[in-house]
């Protein structure tokens, strides 16, 4: 059974920071790109933080650009995203996103259930 399982959201002061961590299991890990995803109600959901499959190239939204960072260990399989400098627009639910793309016709692409970010005074 595919599990992607979030941890670290909740409430803190805006310029202070969070660490999330995404743990998978039931799929090879290592063979993922690994996303981070947050979306607030009402709004689109955007694309934070994304990672290759070795971690050997990252990318970013202007948003986040220069205060979140991407890394994993694909030995523990699980990917993290450090949070810094936030600000209360940061706030929304983060979910985590494994994705191989598409092989043979079939997409693998599987998701975390979320976890929530708030940041206010």
């Known amino acids: 059974q595919v599990q992607l399982v979030e941890s670290g959201g909740g409430l803190v002061q805006p310029g202070g920071s969070l660490k999330l961590s995404c743990t998978g299991s039931?799929?090879?890990?290592?063979?993922?790109?690994m996303n981070w995803y947050r979306q607030a109600p009402g709004k689109e959901r955007e694309l934070v933080a994304t990672?290759?499959?070795?971690?050997?190239?990252?990318n970013y939204a202007d948003s986040v650009k220069g205060r979140f960072t991407i890394s994993r260990d694909n030995a523990k399989n699980t990917v993290y995203l450090q949070m810094n400098s936030l600000k209360p627009e940061d706030t929304d639910v983060y979910s985590c996103?494994?994705?191989?793309?598409?092989?043979?016709?079939?997409?693998?692409?599987?998701w975390g259930q979320g976890t929530q970010v708030t940041v206010s005074s």
């Open positions: 996103n494994a994705d191989r793309g598409y092989y043979y016709g079939v997409r693998y692409e599987y």
């Open positions: 039931g799929f090879t890990f290592s063979s993922y790109a």
């Open positions: 990672i290759t499959k070795t971690g050997g190239s990252t």
